[in-house]
């Protein structure tokens, strides 16, 4: 089966380069082994969060520093300053609404009730100018009852240090006494699915402003429009107060609801979305990828003329880890990483460890390298690509959207 | 090397421990969403599994609420084998013995023969509202269910006289696995695929004596006849593929699906000789035309509007790529994409008047979609969500194979290899 590209890894990196590629009329496929990390998407893109410990003011400013062997440097502080204008623009045409700018952080209020720097927000969640002050004196707290996914007292507990004062209420309603006879169930998709289908809404939202009564500000939990897009904005409508969404215990409703978007553009583009499938072996020629074997397809392999590693990092089992190596288990690329087990981690947990610096290695080009030469024609995207700690920096989405849009770029040259 | 992390060294017979509890899998299970008394499949497979182990009074009936339709397996980021280790559950520990109304729908062979042969007595009888009701009431088979038509003659009896002899003109060959609802029901979809296969150059054969898949038989309990009708299957398979070099192709996905995944996975039952040459009919042709050693020519008149639908077990086998590639080769075909969603009856899960609301509810968003597609008909490959689609909306459903034949100019097609 021939394609002009083949992407391995259907994520936030795969799927934005596939977007790309499609959208200048190339005929791509995305290979998936299952559903993606965007499930625990958690409202927010970062660029740049932290640096040394501190607050982030300006992410392409403070990029110009990191180390050379940043997935940002190797991009290239230009092309970075081109590529973070697209990335909302490309969401957008897959009907997804982010806000934010790369060269001034703004705060969203975490589920643990703190205030964390970021890039970019969907339109769903509240986008806050300062982290050290909250808007409103007086807010409540609103959880659906039996609902065990949403932390009220940590939010209450942090909203505390801002000096506001805060109330806790649980409701019921009739329309999740079902849902709610499964404890295990009552989770927040299955919430969103009763309103996406129902008209919930209205007396929901009748509700929402009986309880809010004297209070400035609203806060629920974001299980508003998994499978229909403008449930949060409905919301938002009938409350007659602000109303700020905070993210619930994944697998989270805006990040489904973003997936699908954005796997729809992509098949909407031409794409092709193999769900469900593994890529097992690749043909290689000539340092040319060929053709990939697939555990679906089986002896009618896969081929293309470039192809993108977009498997992500050891969660997703893009890089694998066992007692006696370090490998990256699809192709057998180079890793960038130690190859002494013994200084993969820092004994201190909360530390910069070194394994989360790891990845496939590549050249300047991002293109792969196996046994030390590059694969002139695999490219290599998002959070599978070493030289960064995306947890410590809050540089994880930054990283898969822009290296993946490069890459793409290098693809199109 | 991708093998690999699915055999890491501490796994159990089923990889549960790979289960990292992201709940991915809830969010795309159909009966979840409709039926809130089945635990959903973490619950159910995983979760349970570690409980089970443990105890087998852990075992819940309401596991018999999952309709195997593996979207579950398909969602999962780490591959575990939801689906397989619910059904394993049913199969171990399920205390409560299968129904007469299940046996008469788990034996299809058996209904299938009778009721072919007496067709013209069968068909208007099970039609009637007064027997529905009747079988509703001391069956348990909900009456709004209408069963497939009994075809006169058999498909293999239709063979024997009137195909046979001429399959050895060809100079390549192949069996055909037509499975019980070609042969009772609808023999036309097997006539279809000999006319297909006759003009691309191949002759068709039956096998030995092949013999119900078993699906029905495993999904109702009656795991016994299904392990041994699949090693009779395995054994025929054998005789084609590794004795006469001759793949078998099918056109059912369900049937295909269980011989090659289900037989080792949930019957124990070893199919490595045969597997890979076991397979659909559009991905033997998908192949063919792939690789440049076969040109399908199509009517210049054929023009319809078609959307297709994928049947969950075409989800999990990843094939309806192949389906749909062949049905856009064809030049008058306006092509709909249906959102890939089950369609609720899960072979005789749906006939069960304990499922009906759920199977109904399953289904409903694919059928508010075919009705405002505006199609002329629905493509699948799956017999009963043909079935299923028939019975819940305005529009005819076609198994891809007869669209081709339909479609294809046979002349046109066979002078390209005969020259």
């Known amino acids: 089966m021939k394609f002009d590209n083949i992407i391995i890894g259907g994520g936030l990196s795969g799927l934005t380069c596939g977007i790309k590629l499609a959208e200048q009329g190339k005929k791509c496929a995305i290979v998936s082994s299952g559903q993606s990390a965007i499930h625990f998407f958690s409202g927010s893109f970062d660029l740049l969060g932290k640096m040394d410990g501190q607050d982030v003011k300006n992410p392409l400013e403070a990029i110009k520093i990191l180390p050379d062997t940043h997935p940002y440097q190797r991009v290239g502080i230009e092309n970075i300053s081109r590529l973070v204008v697209e990335a909302p623009r490309l969401l957008d045409r897959a009907g997804l609404n982010f806000f934010g700018k790369a060269d001034e952080n703004h705060f969203v209020l975490t589920p643990m009730g703190i205030m964390k720097p970021t890039w970019l927000t969907i339109d769903d969640f509240t986008r806050f100018e300062q982290n050290d002050a909250f808007p409103w004196k007086k807010a409540v707290i609103l959880n659906f009852s039996g609902f065990l996914d949403f932390h009220t007292l940590f939010v209450q507990d942090g909203l505390k240090k801002y000096g506001v004062d805060t109330q806790i209420k649980n409701f019921a309603m009739k329309e999740f006494e079902a849902i709610r006879r499964n404890p295990s169930e009552m989770r927040s998709t299955n919430i969103a699915k009763v309103f996406d289908s129902g008209d919930a809404l209205d007396e929901f939202a009748q509700k929402v402003n009986q309880l809010s009564e004297g209070f400035e500000v609203v806060l629920l939990p974001a299980v508003f429009g998994l499978f229909t897009k403008n449930v949060a904005l409905n919301l938002k409508a009938k409350v007659n107060k602000p109303v700020v969404l905070l993210p619930a215990i994944p697998p989270s409703v805006p990040g489904i609801r973003s997936q699908i978007l954005l796997r729809k553009r992509f098949e909407e583009l031409g794409g092709t979305y193999f769900l469900g499938d593994n890529v097992e072996e690749g043909t290689f020629k000539n340092n040319r990828l060929v053709a990939v074997q697939t555990n679906n397809h089986g002896d009618i392999k896969l081929e293309a003329d470039q192809f993108v590693l977009a498997s992500g990092s050891f969660y997703s089992k893009g890089i694998v880890a066992t007692r006696e190596k370090l490998y990256e288990p699809i192709l057998g690329l180079d890793i960038d990483g130690d190859t002494d087990s013994e200084k993969w981690l820092d004994e201190k947990f909360f530390n910069d460890q070194p394994y989360m610096h790891y990845g496939v290695k590549t050249d300047s080009g991002f293109r792969a390298l196996k046994n030390g030469k590059p694969i002139e024609n695999l490219f290599v995207a998002g959070s599978v690509l070493g030289g960064a700690n995306a947890l410590k920096e809050g540089s994880g989405a930054g990283i898969s959207l822009l290296t993946s849009l490069h890459v793409a770029e290098q693809i199109l040259k | ?419």
Request: charged content about 25%; aromatic content about 10%.
């Open chain 2, 1 to 419: 090397m991708k093998k690999e992390m699915f055999e890491p060294f501490n796994s159990s017979d089923n990889n549960f421990e790979q289960c990292v509890k992201c709940t991915i899998c809830t969010v795309y299970c159909p009966v979840l969403e409709v039926n809130p008394d089945y635990p959903g499949p973490k619950q159910s497979g995983p979760d349970g599994e570690r409980l089970r182990l443990k105890d087998q009074n852990f075992y819940d009936e309401s596991l018999k609420l999952c309709l195997n339709c593996k979207r579950c397996e398909v969602a999962c980021p780490h591959g575990v084998k939801i689906g397989d280790i619910i059904q394993l559950a049913r199969i171990k520990y399920s205390k409560k013995k299968p129904k007469v109304r299940d046996m008469i729908l788990a034996n299809t062979d058996i209904v299938g023969t009778m009721a072919s042969t007496f067709a013209p007595i069968v068909n208007p009888i099970v039609a009637l509202k007064p027997v529905r009701l009747m079988m509703d009431g001391v069956l348990k088979i909900d009456h709004h269910r209408i069963f497939p038509e009994y075809a006169g003659m058999r498909f293999e009896t239709w063979y024997r006289r009137y195909a046979a002899s001429k399959q050895t003109d060809f100079k390549k060959h192949v069996s055909y696995f037509h499975g019980c609802y070609v042969n009772y029901n609808f023999p036309k979809q097997g006539k279809d695929l000999i006319k297909i296969m006759n003009a691309a150059g191949y002759g068709v054969h039956l096998l030995e004596k092949e013999k119900c898949c078993g699906v029905a038989l495993i999904s109702n309990g009656l795991i016994k006849q299904a392990t041994k009708q699949a090693r009779h299957n395995v054994e025929a398979f054998k005789k084609s593929i590794v004795d006469k070099n001759m793949p078998v192709i099918s056109t059912s996905s369900t049937c295909i699906f269980t011989i090659r995944d289900e037989y080792p996975h949930l019957l124990g039952v070893k199919n490595d000789e045969i597997r890979n040459e076991s397979e659909l009919a559009t991905r033997f042709l998908f192949r063919l035309i792939d690789s440049g050693k076969l040109k399908l020519v199509f009517k210049k008149d054929y023009r319809k509007r078609i959307a297709y639908h994928t049947p969950c077990h075409m989800e999990k086998l990843g094939w309806s790529v192949y389906s749909t590639a062949l049905l856009k080769m064809i030049p008058g075909i306006d092509f709909v994409s249906l959102e890939s969603r089950c369609c609720g009856i899960a072979g005789t899960y749906g006939f069960k008047k304990e499922n009906y609301k759920t199977s109904q509810g399953v289904g409903k968003p694919l059928f508010d979609q075919i009705e405002s597609s505006d199609i002329d008909f629905v493509a699948t490959d799956c017999e009963t969500c043909k079935w299923q689609i028939e019975m819940s909306t305005t529009k005819k459903v076609e198994h891809p194979i007869s669209i081709l034949a339909e479609a294809l100019d046979v002349e046109a097609t066979v002078k390209l290899w005969q020259k």
